[in-house]
């Protein structure tokens, strides 16, 4: 494998009301191409922070980050955001559903951005729902939906164009075991069959045990854990 992203002394550090919280200091580590990363520790120490730096959504303090040979801090706010729709899935922890859209619709929300017709991508996003085991509530309003049931649509939007790179922050949180379990299959089914890079920033320790390698952020730093 090859590195895919490569993050070289990244910090990031935010202004607070009394003073600067740093969450991490001189991150250096890469991600391989189809790799399945899990990344753990305590809520607070900036898994989050640390997946949006790699979806572009936020920018470093110092240090580069590149992905695919290219560092992430020269793309104009235009290559980003083309960045983000071809290249990357996510999984957001608060879901980031558009309530007043059927869950279908939020599905193929991405490709409708990326200036594909809702009739062209329909199917492709139903397909997705039935993946996750939603094929009975394609049609619903995201309201009439329970947290698990958002937290599967968000999956299936994700998944929606095969991204290189699926960014997951707590994927399985709002899923009882059963689902969880299955959520986590079809994620390793993807993987397998079309390379995608997996990086998932989690408390369940099943998940991150299934993944090929897990990476630990505390004090600031990257650790590696034996799971």
């Not at 599967?152 to 929606?160: C, E, H, S």
């Not at 899923?175 to 959520?183: F, S, Y």
């Not at 994620?187 to 990086?199: G, I, K, S």
Request: aromatic share 4%; with cysteine.
């Amino acid at each position: 494998m090859t590195a895919l992203y490569t993050f070289t002394n990244v910090g990031r550090t935010f202004e607070g009301p009394a003073e600067d919280v740093c969450l991490f200091h001189d991150l250096t580590f890469s991600v391989e191409r189809g790799e399945c990363l899990a990344i753990v520790g305590a809520s607070g120490s900036g898994k989050s922070t640390l997946l949006h730096l790699m979806g572009a959504l936020d920018s470093p303090s110092h240090g580069t980050i590149c992905y695919d040979g290219k560092d992430l801090a020269s793309m104009t706010q235009q290559e980003k955001a083309h960045f983000r729709n071809k290249e990357l899935g996510f999984v957001f922890q608060f879901h980031h559903l558009l309530p007043e859209f059927s869950a279908e619709e939020n599905v193929a929300m991405p490709a409708l951005i990326g200036g594909i017709s809702l009739s062209a991508v329909l199917p492709k996003a139903r397909e997705m729902l039935e993946r996750v085991g939603l094929s009975h509530r394609m049609q619903s309003r995201i309201t009439t939906l329970s947290g698990g049931e958002r937290q599967r649509v968000a999956i299936a939007r994700a998944i929606l164009s095969e991204p290189r790179v699926l960014l997951a922050d707590e994927p399985t949180g709002n899923l009882d075991a059963l689902t969880g379990t299955q959520i986590e299959d079809l994620l390793l089914e993807l993987n397998a069959e079309l390379d995608t890079t997996l990086v998932i920033v989690t408390h369940n320790i099943q998940l991150a045990a299934r993944m090929g390698r897990c990476l630990a952020l505390k004090g600031g730093t990257l650790e590696p854990v034996l799971l």
